[in-house]
């Protein structure tokens, strides 16, 4: 089968697309025929092995799985023993980091628990974008930012998988929204109907007047009492991922001076069944970035790390 092969840490250059046996599922694994994947933080960290610290999570000198990707859409095409939940022919998706990386590839086995079947009126484009993204934004607007019906809402880093996918939820609860990114990114995020868009390279949303009922930060760039500033009495800070030094801070704001900024620790595919339901009901739909076919993997690594993509970038695969 064909692989993307990440033999030791540097450029996307270096990537390889390459012909590897085919795996076979061990017990209670699944074999699927990856129909898409998409590019994630993890992807650009694990080919880059930048920052140096995620070494220690992928491999202290060289990737030790050196195939990229962590969510897919696909077909189940066989099952290892003790399979309890697919038979051959399901459709499936999700965020299969919990049990491994390796979705920019044909095939993959995978522990069965790292997939939940796909609606058949979900497409494969559709599915692989929403596993990861969707559960982040989900958890953290709604498990912990507690949103509520007509808040006003902040996304900073707002046009990226988390961000787009954060505000048709907020969207859903009638909310005001405003995001914050920049270059073109911020006239699609007009497209799709953000209230208000704030350009991160022109001005400091924390130093503004304006106050929010939540902000849902992407990025994280700042220290904890500068989100403060702009939190409105019983506000909340949820940050899903940025900068470690950072995440560290509002982790020790929020456990030891007891602040209201949080930093979301991801259950995996925990709310897929909510996503579901918006889905089906036309209430969010990703922004998709591509498809781009398996042999452009380098590039599109490169295009997310660069942040030049918009919404999800999507790898279709077969
Ligand atoms: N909590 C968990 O358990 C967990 C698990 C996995 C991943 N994560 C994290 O979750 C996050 C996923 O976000 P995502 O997929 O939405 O990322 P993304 O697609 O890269 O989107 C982030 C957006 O933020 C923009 N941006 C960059 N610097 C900014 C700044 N200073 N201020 C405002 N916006 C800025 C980027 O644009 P430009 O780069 O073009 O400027 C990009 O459009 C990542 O941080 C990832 O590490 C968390």
């Known amino acids: ?5 990440c033999e030791s840490y540097g450029p996307t250059s270096q990537l390889k697309i390459k012909v590897i046996e085919k795996p076979i599922p061990k017990e209670k694994e699944v074999m699927v025929k990856v129909h898409c994947s998409a590019v994630n933080d993890y992807d650009w960290s694990m080919v880059t092995g930048k920052p140096t610290l995620y070494r220690l999570l992928f491999g202290l000198f060289k990737p030790k799985n050196p195939i990229p990707g962590m969510e897919l859409s696909g077909v189940v095409e066989a099952c290892g023993v003790g399979v309890k939940n697919f ?41 692989a974008a929403l596993s990861h993204a969707a559960n982040l934004a989900w958890q953290g607007m709604v498990d912990l930012g507690e949103i509520k019906d007509g808040m006003n809402v902040l996304i900073n880093g707002a046009g990226g998988g988390v961000g787009m996918i954060g505000f048709q939820i907020a969207k859903t609860y009638n909310c005001t929204v405003t995001g914050v990114d920049t270059g073109d990114k911020l006239l699609t995020m007009k497209e799709r109907g953000f209230d208000q868009v704030i350009d991160y390279k022109e001005e400091d949303f924390t130093k503004r007047d304006e106050k929010y009922d939540l902000i849902l930060d992407a990025k994280t760039t700042r220290a904890p009492k500068a989100y403060m500033k702009v939190l409105n009495t019983d506000g909340r800070y949820v940050t899903v991922g940025g900068v470690l030094g950072r995440l560290l801070q509002v982790f020790f704001a929020q456990k030891i001076l007891k602040k209201p900024v949080y930093v979301l620790p991801l259950d ?51």
């Open 87 to 127: 038979t051959g022919g399901d459709e499936v998706y999700g965020d299969i980091s919990r049990y491994g990386f390796g979705s920019f590839a044909e095939y993959i086995c995978i522990n069965e628990k790292a997939l939940v079947k796909k609606p058949k009126n979900m497409s494969f484009e559709n599915a």
């Open 1 to 5: 089968m064909k692989a993307i092969v």
């Open 268 to 318: 995996a595919n925990k709310d897929l069944d909510k996503i579901q339901e918006l889905y089906e009901s036309g209430k969010i739909k990703p922004v998709i970035d591509g498809p781009y076919p398996l042999e452009k993997t380098p590039w599109a690594i490169q295009h997310f790390g660069e942040g030049k993509h918009h919404g999800k970038v999507i790898v279709s695969i077969n």
